[in-house]
């Protein structure tokens, strides 16, 4: 009996031990399970759910090489943080969100510092002024986040993107983040924020309307509606981005500035002329101008230098004389920094001999934003008269491929 009892007590422990080891594997398999089933939820949830986990552009990017749609490489989780950064900070729709992803993928491939030495471009959204190159603007360092190549990361393009979409960008903000189709955010957001005409083959207009509906879907664009207390007021915007709109933006409280006597005599000018003949004789004498007459954009801003007593000689001067002037003999411009640009000055752009429609000039009429500073001109983006616009609504067609000038006037009698 005794024996029995022995051998009992003997194989209940071997039971116990075995039931602790086998419960102890299980309890290691569903540890393993929840970690990596945790993770898998938590990477999903990020662009499934309306949540806001993504409010900071302080973003670490890791992962695998590969295609920006595949799950786990580096361009998928790049694209993710900016789609992720501009619904939650910025307050995209998610449609409006997806465009922008789209138009990345065209602009960098979701590279932050790739860059394009013959335009002096660099980062996921190819600004201009990379190495000291400022044919296509010196956007890179604004705000001061970017100073050199060891800040090429998405988490300071991210903070520089913030930057610009409330300092002079604040159309493409209000447009692109209340877009409700991403094909259309994807064609708003190449026209209004990287400056590429839609008429451009540089828009890859099937690449980008493709990968703004792949980004949708992906990202789940559909349960993020547009955030309108982060996007602030749209009734600028509400008519979308036609001509008869230009000028328009979330910076006209300082619009149109007090820039000296050539600022004010441009005001004085406007909606005087028609765009026709170049010079005085088209609207009869540079003293008492006939407001029916005709001038073209440097007739016009001849005259406003006239008037307001520069020595600019008998009649106008054209874009090409401009420029060739500004960077030379200085008889009547001086070129400048643009970001030292204030109201009374002068932009010129051209393109190749820079005659006709390949060169266009305009009066600065507002604090420097960039491509969104406020402008007096006769032309543009309005033949009718003269008025007022902003650069790039006004310039767009030359601004790829165009010298840009920045210059003050000199020598004033």
Request: aromatic content about 10%.
């Amino acid at each position: 009996m005794g024996t029995i009892n022995f051998l009992r007590k003997r194989l209940k422990r071997k039971l116990w031990g075995l039931a602790l080891a086998v419960g102890g594997f299980f309890i290691i398999i569903i540890i393993i399970i929840v970690f990596f089933a945790g993770g898998a939820i938590s990477e999903e949830s990020n662009g499934g759910d309306c949540s806001n986990d993504s409010t900071s552009s302080s973003v670490s990017i890791k992962g695998s090489n590969g295609a920006w749609t595949q799950k786990g490489t580096k361009a998928y989780n790049t694209a993710k943080a900016i789609f992720n950064f501009l619904v939650h900070k910025e307050g995209f729709s998610g449609a409006g969100a997806a465009g922008v992803v789209a138009v990345v993928n065209r602009e960098s491939g979701f590279n932050p510092s790739i860059s394009n030495p013959a335009g002096g471009v660099v980062g996921l959204f190819q600004w201009g002024g990379w190495n000291g190159d400022t044919r296509n603007s010196d956007r890179i360092h604004s705000g001061g986040i970017i100073h050199s190549s060891k800040d090429l990361t998405v988490s300071k393009e991210l903070k520089l993107l913030d930057y610009e979409l409330h300092h002079g960008y604040e159309r493409a903000r209000s447009t692109v983040g209340r877009a409700t189709d991403p094909k259309k955010a994807a064609e708003q957001w190449s026209l209004l924020y990287e400056g590429v005409s839609l008429s451009d083959g540089q828009t890859k207009i099937d690449q980008i309307h493709g990968d703004a509906e792949r980004a949708y879907r992906l990202f789940g664009g559909s349960k993020f509606k547009a955030k309108g207390s982060l996007l602030g007021s749209g009734s600028k915007t509400a008519k979308g981005s036609s001509s008869e709109d230009s000028g328009d933006d979330e910076c006209d409280d300082d619009a149109i500035g007090n820039g000296g006597p050539i600022l004010s005599q441009a005001k004085h000018l406007i909606g005087y002329f028609t765009y026709g003949a170049h010079g005085v004789s088209g609207y009869g004498g540079w003293k008492h101008p006939n407001k029916n007459g005709q001038t073209d954009c440097s007739g016009f801003v001849w005259l406003c230098m006239k008037r307001a007593g520069y020595d600019v000689g008998n009649d106008a001067f054209s874009t090409p004389d401009m420029e060739r002037d500004a960077r030379g003999p200085h008889k009547y411009f001086k070129q400048i920094s643009p970001k030292n640009a204030k109201p009374g000055d002068v932009i010129i752009m051209n393109v190749g001999a820079g005659y006709g429609a390949s060169g266009h000039t305009a009066v600065i009429a507002g604090k420097y934003h960039g491509y969104q500073t406020k402008i007096i001109e006769m032309g543009g983006d309005n033949d009718g008269h003269v008025h007022t616009s902003n650069i790039h609504d006004s310039f767009l067609s030359l601004i790829p491929n165009a010298r840009i000038t920045w210059a003050r006037p000199v020598k004033r009698k």
